[in-house]
């Protein structure tokens, strides 16, 4: 699974959680080391902060999208917000976002926000 997120705390964070639920999280800091990364390596799910430095995870999901779009195939991308609003989640899944957990993200919510996206047997 991989994670885009730029603020070391909430990296920790992601990955105990990811780890308690059996998954192998790799953690970039920014939405471009986030592109490379998908470009070198398929993952079962995409966890995206929404504010990132040098690319922001709006940016990056329409630039994947698009890259799906010419080259096939889909990843399940799930946005995460620090600053969530009404109507965020339909803003985030016309963007092209399979799913949205607002933090701080909670057990629960990222258990049930992977199985939405992916299934229970995603890594």
Same mark, same amino acid.
């Given at each position: 699974?991989?994670?885009?997120?730029? #603020?070391?705390?909430?990296?920790?964070?992601?990955?105990?959680?990811?780890?308690?639920?059996?998954?192998?999280?790799?953690?970039?800091? #920014?939405?471009?080391?986030?592109?490379?990364?998908?470009?070198?390596?398929?993952?079962?799910?995409?966890?995206?902060?929404?504010?990132?430095?040098?690319?922001?995870?709006?940016?990056?999901?329409?630039?994947?999208?698009?890259?799906?779009?010419?080259h096939g195939g889909h990843t399940p991308i799930v946005m995460v917000t620090a600053h969530a609003m009404l109507g965020d989640e339909e803003k985030m899944r016309s963007a092209g976002a399979d799913g949205y957990v607002s933090k701080p993200v909670g057990l629960n919510a990222l258990t049930a926000v992977i199985h939405q996206v992916a299934g229970t047997g995603s890594k």
């Amino acid at each position: 699974m991989l994670v885009a997120e730029d #603020n070391p705390v909430n990296q920790q964070v992601m990955q105990v959680m990811l780890a308690k639920l059996g998954h192998h999280a790799v953690l970039v800091d #920014n939405g471009l080391q986030a592109l490379a990364r998908l470009q070198q390596e398929r993952f079962d799910v995409v966890m995206l902060d929404v504010t990132m430095p040098s690319m922001d995870g709006f940016q990056l999901l329409a630039r994947w999208r698009s890259h799906e779009r010419q080259h096939g195939g889909h990843t399940p991308i799930v946005m995460v917000t620090a600053h969530a609003m009404l109507g965020d989640e339909e803003k985030m899944r016309s963007a092209g976002a399979d799913g949205y957990v607002s933090k701080p993200v909670g057990l629960n919510a990222l258990t049930a926000v992977i199985h939405q996206v992916a299934g229970t047997g995603s890594k």
